[in-house]
T-cell receptor, first 112, second 112 residues
Framework: KQEVTQIPAALSVPEGENLVLNCSFT??????LQWFRQDPGKGLTSLLL?????REQTSGRLNASLDKSSGRSTLYIAASQPGDSATYLC???????????FGTGTSLTVIP | DTGVSQNPRHKITKRGQNVTFRCDPI?????LYWYRQTLGQGPEFLTY????????KSRLLSDRFSAERPKGSFSTLEIQRTEQGDSAMYLC??????????FGQGTRLTVV
């Protein structure tokens, strides 16, 4: 079974800092990987999707990378803002394409 | 609003009662997923539909849980004889094939 780990579990940074969130997975036979944001008590908002054949995806201040062979993805957030405070989850879709396996998330706090 | 819609947003029920949740996916999406999330954890897969066919069910989905997607559009998740351990956020997502998945705002269930 695919195991997804996110490190760190929590992160607190001052506004304006660049930061990196990490996601690792045990089975490299993936279809794609998706990063989500979750605000307290809310659903998940999709941030970026990386196909297994891609190395990188960018959206605004966000950049996600994928190294499938080593089972790792990173989410880079540039010039962090207080509004970025949320829990960030990565989800890996296996090669059968049927379900996502989620990590437990990184809780980010950006201090004004 | 063309996103994934879930109703109700909150449900409080007494132990032993039955509850039903509804999910309306993005209209052209053929795949629909149900996940469950408890506090501090990542979402856990429950079940998945492709059109009206339920193709996969997790072992988490006990006999008290049933899901339907009768016409390949909206879906319902019913929990019979609720238990306190069923208290969680129930999340629905949809996608077009294996592409980007979009989640709803979730239904928060509290069993008292």
């Amino acid at each position: 079974k695919q195991e997804v780990t996110q490190i760190p579990a929590a992160l607190s940074v001052p506004e304006g800092e660049n930061l990196v969130l990490n996601c690792s997975f045990t089975d490299s036979a993936i279809y794609n990987l998706q990063w989500f944001r979750q605000d307290p008590g809310k659903g998940l908002t999709s941030l970026l999707l990386i196909q297994s054949s891609q190395r990188e995806q960018t959206s605004g201040r966000l950049n996600a990378s994928l190294d499938k062979s080593s089972g790792r993805s990173t989410l880079y957030i540039a010039a962090s803002q207080p509004g970025d405070s949320a829990t960030y989850l990565c989800a890996v879709r296996g090669n059968t394409g049927n379900q996502f396996y989620f990590g437990t998330g990184t809780s980010l706090t950006v201090i004004p | 609003d063309t996103g994934v819609s879930q109703n109700p947003r909150h449900k409080i029920t007494k132990r032993g009662q039955n509850v039903t949740f509804r999910c309306d996916p993005i209209s052209e999406h053929n795949r629909l997923y149900w996940y469950r999330q408890t506090l501090g954890q990542g979402p856990e897969f429950l079940t998945y539909f492709q059109n009206e066919a339920q193709l996969e069910k997790s072992r988490l989905l006990s006999d008290r849980f049933s899901a339907e997607r009768p016409k390949g559009s909206f879906s319902t998740l019913e929990i019979q004889r609720t238990e306190q351990g069923d208290s969680a956020m129930y999340l629905c997502a949809s996608s077009l094939g294996e592409q980007e998945a979009f989640f709803g705002q979730g239904t928060r269930l509290t069993v008292v």
